[in-house]
């Protein structure tokens, strides 16, 4: 078993160095600065293509956290260069907190404010700083978390809001993308929340973030976990059930998230109930998320059985991460076996190896939709912190 935990540890640090490479060659906007906006599926970048913030935070929080993982100082330009074009074009100087999306030369096209990508900035920003100890980088995280806890915390029913407008007052529309229910509470931006508020307080230790993320952490156990092993997704703003799906990649990352969460705050309590979530939602993964192929299918209607056969990119990763974690709990060789599945399948159907970066998805005969290589959506996030966390657990 040792051998096969090797060869996959080997196998994933030298993806990670190819997709770093790929960004870092064909998304650096030399005419507008930051970064292109959309990379067609051909490898062509579309010209004039608007920028969102979620792409930009993501890639900030990739190569920062790689430069530190690789030790190298390799990656400072693309580190800088995100930064810098954050605060200048993402940051509202006037109400707090960052906009959704600029155009190609930086102009703002939608000022909201979702919660969702507030939690990337923090993210991103406390990652930066903890790449560069650059003190302005953690303010500004410190005081979007400040911002969120203020104006977007539910004081009454709890739980976090999931979108405002730019001044902060209420929102009909809350939408993170047209796909999702038009709901105000959800299981996806509370996850980056947990996300975000982890790893604030693992670089400053901050005790009011230590406050919120422990009680967010029981929330989001309390309220999205279900006894069957997966995650509701979306709730009113008084706690009302509003879908019947069951998302194999958010419920496989939202376990191990959870557990790292649990583990910075030091919630014994919390730690134990997370390590027994892992299991069930593991277990679940072998036995229904996961095709025999090796592929981890997209999500499930859990009123008529009916299951989505494509193959987004993300849930490939975040189960191999999920099932690591497990395999570290229990030692159990099922869950590298099927760590080993997923990778030869991914390699062989999922990454684009003409150009360099992944598939969006491919259908349940492995061809590639046409789909874009970099957008608003596809980042290096899920991907490259796959590569380095396997590394880490196994």
Known sequence: MQLKATHIKQALHQELLRILRYWQQNTVDEAYGGFVGKIDCKNQVVPMATKGIILNTRILWSFAAAAQYLNTTEYDEVCHRAYQYLCRYFFDKEHGGVIWEVDFEGNPVNSRKQVYAQAFAIYSLAEYYSYCQAEEAKQQALAIFQLLEDKAKDP?????????????????????????????????????????????????????????????????????????????????????????????????????????????????????????????????????????????????????????????????????????????LSGDARYLQSIEGIWQYTTKNLLDKYAGEWYFRVDQNGKPYAEDLVSMWKAPYHTTRACMVINEVL
């Open 156 to 328: 009454f029913k709890g739980g976090y809001l999931e979108a405002f407008d730019r001044d902060w007052s209420p929102l009909e529309d809350m939408r993170l993308s047209p796909k999702d229910l038009n709901a105000a509470k959800t299981m996806n931006t509370h996850l980056h929340v947990v996300e975000a508020y982890t790893r604030l307080l693992q670089v400053t230790g901050d005790e009011e973030v230590r406050a919120a993320l422990r009680q967010l952490t029981a929330l989001y156990n309390q309220r999205f976990l279900a006894r069957e092993g997966y995650f509701h997704l979306f709730f009113d703003e008084d706690w009302h059930l509003q879908s019947q799906v069951s998302s194999y990649g958010h419920d496989i990352e939202s376990a191990w998230l959870l557990l790292d969460a649990a583990i910075v705050v030091g919630d014994e309590e919390q730690t134990r109930l997370c390590e027994h979530n892992i299991a069930t939602i593991a277990d679940r993964m072998l036995a229904e998320a996961i095709d025999h192929d090796g592929a981890v299918l997209y999500e499930k209607d859990l009123c008529t059985g009916e299951i989505d056969q494509d193959r987004h990119w993300w849930p490939q990763v975040e189960c191999m991460v999920g099932l690591a974690y497990q395999h570290m």
